[in-house]
């Protein structure tokens, strides 16, 4: 999905106001492996991923937890810090090669004084990304780990081919030897 389309679905934009957010844009290439957002930087850019894999990650006693993975068509940064200015709590990297779209937080600012009514724009939007998050919770706790497996599986099953295995057990809550178990008894019950 382009940038131009997602905004108008995520933010009710018009073609202009969606033209005019476009323009404050800019195209940023990453490289596999490479940090895109770091617990080192002060102030963390809003990115839309075009293309490619990222992980969004944080280090737990010396242990890397992946939030979540996300590819194209989905928005990425840091989003505490983006909102509330709080220092940046996860590394977000590139697992294939990356094209994204990028704002700053200064550039992002001036959407308020451009765009009509973007305040409740906006505000409809985290609200939707609260809304995901609050149902990806109430999953993990509420799911055994065959079931957050079956359900991520019905929604994100094609990451198995495009990212390491071992980041979706971590993103799942489980260690990588529970999702080769779990992957094995759900290919001998079909």
Known sequence: MSLAIQLQQSLQLSIEETSIAEEL??????????????????????????EGYIRIYALVDDKEVTQWISGAGY??????NWLFDTPIKWT???????TALCITPTDYKELATQIPNWVEKERGFIGHCFIQMENRIFQFISLAAEQRYLHFMEQFGFLFNEVPHQYIASMLGMTPETLSRIRKKAVTLR
């Open 25 to 50: 844009f800019y195209t940023i290439q990453f490289n596999r492996g490479e940090t895109i957002i770091t617990p080192l930087q002060k102030n963390a850019p809003l990115y839309y991923i075009a």
């Open 75 to 80: 928005f990425m940064t840091d989003l505490s």
């Open 92 to 98: 977000i990297e590139a697992l294939t090669p990356v």
